[in-house]
Nanobody, 116 residues
Framework: VQLVESGGGLVQAGGSLRLSCVAS????????MGWYRQAPGKQREVVAG????????NYADSVKGRFTISRDNAKNTMYLQMNSLKPNDTAVYYC??????????WGQGTQVTVSS
C-alpha cells in the first residue's frame, strides 16, 4: 500500500484545513487508517483513526470536537477536517494504513503550520 498526503499549509489560529490521503496498491487489504503528527522536538503521536467501513472512529483528547476523520472508499481516500486550529497543532501530519497482514504503511507527511 502506498499513501500520499496533501492539503497541509499555513493557516492562522482559528482557521481550518482539510488533509487528504490517497491510498494505492493493495487497498483491499486495508482494515484501518489513521493520522499521526509530529511536532518539532516531540514524539510522533496519534491524532485520529478510522475503521475500513468508517463505522468506528477515535480521536486524541487534544483534537476531539475540532477534528473529524472520514474516508471515501470509492476514491481510496481518507480525510482529516481540522477546525479551530491552534498553534500547538503545528506539526507534520502523517497518514497510516494497517493491512490485514499486520503491516502498517506510512505516507511522506504534510506540514501544517498554525500561526498565532
Amino acid at each position: 500500500v502506498q499513501l500520499v498526503e496533501s492539503g497541509g499549509g499555513l493557516v492562522q489560529a482559528g482557521g481550518s484545513l482539510r488533509l487528504s490521503c490517497v491510498a494505492s496498491g493493495s487497498t483491499s487489504s486495508i482494515i484501518a487508517m489513521g493520522w499521526y503528527r509530529q511536532a518539532p522536538g516531540k514524539q510522533r503521536e496519534v491524532v485520529a483513526g478510522i475503521t475500513n467501513d468508517g463505522g468506528s472512529t477515535n480521536y486524541a483528547d487534544s483534537v476531539k470536537g475540532r477534528f473529524t476523520i472520514s474516508r471515501d472508499n470509492a476514491k481510496n481516500t481518507m480525510y482529516l477536517q481540522m477546525n479551530s486550529l491552534k498553534p500547538n497543532d503545528t506539526a507534520v501530519y502523517y497518514c497510516t494504513a494497517r493491512s490485514i497482514l499486520g503491516r502498517t504503511a506510512w505516507g511522506q507527511g504534510t506540514q501544517v503550520t498554525v500561526s498565532s
